[in-house]
């Protein structure tokens, strides 16, 4: 059954960066997103080069999952770019993301 994808824009966001973990598929770090009054869920970084748990949503929050090497990015991301989507596709677990709006080639920062 296709059920489409749901999008909801992430306005803040909290990052974790753990001490003591150290099994091949644990959590490192996570960035805690939040829309304007709801928190969403979660980016999950795990041990590089391994394979990536699927994207959930479990009990009305996202678990999505990326490489440890991917944190500078999506923070980069997070930091400097408006609006950011949380887009799941409950349809295609792989297809799980942030993502930003269309935005015109050349905007550059002011």
């Known amino acids: 059954m296709k059920t489409g994808l749901e999008i909801k824009e992430i306005k803040s966001y ?16 996570t960035i805690m997103v939040n829309a304007e009054a709801e928190f969403l869920g979660y ?11 699927k994207s959930v949503k479990q009990n009305g929050l996202y ?8 944190i500078p990015v999506i923070l980069d991301m997070l930091r400097n770019e408006k609006p950011i989507y949380l887009i799941f596709a409950d349809d295609n ?14 905007e550059g920062e002011e």
Do not use: M, W
């Open 14 to 29: 909290s990052y974790l960066n753990y001490a003591s973990r150290n099994g091949i598929n644990d959590t490192k770090a």
């Open 43 to 53: 980016l999950n970084f795990v041990t590089d080069g391994g394979q990536l748990p």
């Open 63 to 70: 678990y999505l999952y990326f490489h440890f090497k991917d």
């Open 93 to 106: 677990k792989n297809n799980c993301r942030i993502s930003t709006s269309v935005e015109p080639v050349g």
